[in-house]
């Protein structure tokens, strides 16, 4: 994924609202109107310039850019702008699946040749909305609204996104400067263990901190909006994470979940001071499954300079708080994005026709064996038939997300809530 970025300033969104009030004049710029948007696939892909283009032998032309996944289906599409859904192809009866979003001003976007097949198949019997996308309802940026296919006039073709930008008018807009421009949404997911939040640490705190965090299980909560001015690892003690304290050299460790009892004075520096549960932080821990809205997302960690939150952000920040925990690592110096641990990605070019392939905290993708199987290796290439029968299967489990400060955006905090609020949805092709 690539990085994201944010309109970041009043002054910003007034540059851009004027970008997008000037594509109402019937001029050679209007081909260069960047409306401002989030990019609508979630997921590596890859578009060209293909705006205005020949069709069928140039008796129309191309009114959209196609954003091409690789040949996978089932990448995510989002909602490039929050607006009312105003046209769906299965309500008016016709091949399935498309949305037309309708945005303030009058403006548009639309999403074509959305999934319709059961997943593994290229069948056609699947409906590839996501639930509540109908006429009418509202949707908010980074919402999933479907997912990308190959259906409508692309069945024999490679599934992709087509997307369009309407002006009130009505008048198509070339999408390519927008796409351009757009923000993406952007996160990584990191194996929930000791070596990955480790390594995590080292990035983040390269010269050392004050406070250190000590926790019994990655998946504890922690109170709404706490920060800890160091970084949060994981027992139990090791000779890797006592290597790591000593290299951190910090004043004081907090220790959640770990009673002092066990030893833990003799794995740490000299003089250290110990603060038992975190209650300084105000992080009183317990475990994810006791929180009101149950364990439905994993641990999420925000690598911070303890700046407030977008307002726009926060809202989706304390909406996922109900059901996971938020960690917040306040750094001198961010990190870059990039710099950040994923675990690896798998040879998806090597992957066979008709697999799903789901999400794991062994990297972004990974492809399970089938139903019947309990447990994989982490770096094994596994498959499920087309065929099989996957209702009774669960996926691996999703790790740690980590975001820095310029990743946490309204949209890719909206975004997280579908990725893990629903079933898993597989990739395949």
Same mark, same amino acid.
């Given at each position: ?137 509202? %949707?908010? =940026? &980074?919402?999933?609204? +479907?997912? !990308? ?9 490679? @599934? ?114 110990? %603060?038992? =549960? &975190?209650?300084?932080? +105000?992080? !009183? ?9 149950? @364990? ?134």
């Amino acid at each position: 994924m690539s990085r994201s970025k944010g309109i970041g300033s009043v002054a910003a969104f007034a540059v851009a609202l004027v970008a997008v009030v000037g594509a109402l004049a019937p001029s050679p710029a209007a081909a260069e109107t960047v409306y401002p948007i989030t990019f609508p696939v979630a997921g590596d892909s890859y578009y060209y310039a293909g705006f205005g283009a020949c069709r069928d032998g140039c008796s129309r032309t191309h009114e959209g850019i196609d954003i091409m996944t690789y040949g996978w289906k089932g990448v995510p599409v989002v909602a490039a702008r929050s607006g009312k859904v105003v046209y769906t192809s299965v309500d008016a009866g016709r091949p399935c699946c498309s949305v037309v979003i309708e945005h303030r001003y009058g403006y548009q976007t639309r999403y074509l040749h959305l999934n319709n097949d059961t997943p593994g198949t290229d069948d056609g019997r699947a409906v590839g909305l996501a639930p509540g996308v109908e006429v009418g309802a509202r %949707v908010e =940026e &980074g919402q999933i609204i +479907g997912w !990308v296919g190959d259906s409508g006039n692309t069945e024999d073709n490679i @599934p992709h996104l087509h997307f369009e930008i309407r002006a009130p008018d009505g008048r198509a807009i070339d999408p390519y400067p927008s796409l351009r421009n757009a923000d993406r949404i952007d996160f990584g997911i990191l194996a929930a263990d000791q070596e990955a939040l480790i390594a995590l640490s080292q990035i983040a705190y390269p010269d050392g901190a004050r406070s250190v965090a000590i926790a019994a299980d990655p998946a504890i909560a922690v109170g709404t909006g706490t920060t800890f001015d160091g970084p949060v690892l994981v027992g139990p003690f090791t000779a890797a994470l006592d290597a790591e304290l000593d290299r951190l050299a910090p004043e004081r460790v907090v220790l959640l979940g770990i009673a002092q009892d066990v030893g833990v004075a003799r794995h740490l520096p000299t003089g250290v001071r110990i %603060v038992d =549960e &975190g209650t300084a932080e +105000g992080a !009183v821990p317990r475990p994810i499954d006791a929180l009101p809205g149950g @364990p439905s997302m994993p641990p999420i960690v925000i690598v911070d300079d303890g700046r407030r939150i977008p307002k726009d952000a926060a809202e989706f920040s304390d909406r996922i708080a109900a059901t996971t925990s938020i960690q917040r690592w306040a750094v001198a110096r961010l990190p870059r994005t990039r710099d950040l641990p994923t675990g690896p990605m798998l040879p998806l070019g090597e992957v066979p026709a008709g697999t799903l392939v789901f999400r794991s905290s062994t990297g972004w993708v990974e492809a399970p064996r089938g139903p019947t199987v309990e447990e994989t290796a982490a770096d094994a290439l596994t498959v499920v038939p087309a065929d099989a029968d996957v209702g009774n299967w669960s996926p691996p489990a999703i790790g740690l997300v980590t975001l820095t400060r310029r990743q946490v955006t309204a949209p890719t905090l909206r975004f997280l809530l579908d990725l893990f609020g629903s079933p898993p949805d597989p990739l395949w092709r």
